[in-house]
C-alpha cells in the first residue's frame, strides 16, 4: 500500500459552498484525497444542492502529489464560480452538505412485522 494514501486516509474533505438566495441556490462542493481498498491515491468529489446526497466522482492519481495538485486546481475554479470555504459561515441557521463518504451506505431491510 502507498505511504501516502495510508497518511491521507482519514483526512478531512475541503468543504465549499455556495448560496446566492436571488436564485433559490444553496450548493455544496466537498473535496478529500483517500486510498481505496487497493492502496491507489483517490481524489473524492462530491457536489450539489445542500440538504441532498449530491453525486460523486472518484479520480484516481498515480501519486499523492497529483491528487493534491487536482484537488487545489478545481478549489480554485470554484472559489472563482463564487464558491467559499466551509469554515467561512456567518449564515444562521448554517447549512450543513453532506459529509463526504467513501462508499454508499447500504440500505437497511425493510422491517418484518408478524401480523
Not at 39 to 53: A, E, K, P, Q
Amino acid at each position: 500500500m502507498h505511504n501516502e494514501a495510508e497518511l491521507w486516509r482519514s483526512s478531512e474533505p475541503l468543504l465549499l459552498r455556495r448560496i446566492r438566495p436571488e436564485h433559490n441556490e444553496q450548493r455544496f462542493y466537498a473535496l478529500a484525497i483517500t486510498a481505496d481498498l487497493f492502496g491507489n491515491i483517490v481524489l473524492m468529489r462530491r457536489w450539489g444542492r445542500i440538504g441532498t446526497g449530491g453525486r460523486l466522482r472518484e479520480e484516481l492519481h498515480c501519486d499523492f502529489a497529483s491528487a493534491a495538485e487536482s484537488l487545489e486546481r478545481l478549489a480554485r475554479k470554484k472559489r472563482r464560480r463564487g464558491y467559499f470555504d466551509y469554515s467561512a459561515c456567518t449564515q444562521q441557521p448554517c447549512l450543513c452538505p453532506p459529509t463526504l463518504e467513501l462508499a454508499p451506505r447500504p440500505s437497511s431491510p425493510p422491517a418484518h412485522h408478524d401480523d
